[in-house]
């Protein structure tokens, strides 16, 4: 099992590996979810999320793109982005992708680091402030 540190790495760059190993069929665990970094400027990124979770489905709301505001399904959901379209490779891959907000107690000490922000003086919002913005109350 791979057990990744998510606090102050790249969503983007963290998922791809993530997609791609899961692909392979190794376990993946990913912890502090809610720490991730999304480079941009925060407007620009908040109006972009803002606008996804506003899409509806006028005559059947019930079939609306459902987008969940939790940080760990948040980036859950960016890496299911990264999967394969209609193959069942992807649930395969999905199911064996776990995200944590803060660190369980089986995965202390053992998560790694890996496409940390080098520059901190580069634009970039966490992934716990885009989900508060758009109304996650945790």
């Known amino acids: 099992m791979i057990v990744i540190d998510g606090e102050n790495c790249v969503l983007g760059r963290v998922s791809t590996h993530v997609a791609k190993s899961a692909l392979n069929g190794e376990h993946v665990a990913i912890v502090n979810a809610e720490k991730m970094i999304i480079i941009g400027n925060e407007k620009d990124i908040y109006q972009r999320y803002r606008d996804k979770f506003e899409i509806r489905n006028i005559s ?79």
Do not use: Q
């Open 60 to 138: 059947k709301p019930v079939e609306s793109p459902k987008i969940s505001r939790r940080p760990d399904l948040f980036v859950k959901r960016t890496i299911r982005g990264m999967l394969p379209s209609h193959s069942s490779r992807k649930l395969d891959a999905l199911h064996l992708i776990k995200a944590y907000i803060g660190v369980p107690k089986e995965f202390e000490g053992k998560g790694k680091k890996m496409f940390e922000l080098k520059d901190v003086n580069k634009k970039h919002v966490t992934v716990d402030f885009i989900c508060k913005k758009v109304g996650w109350k945790g």
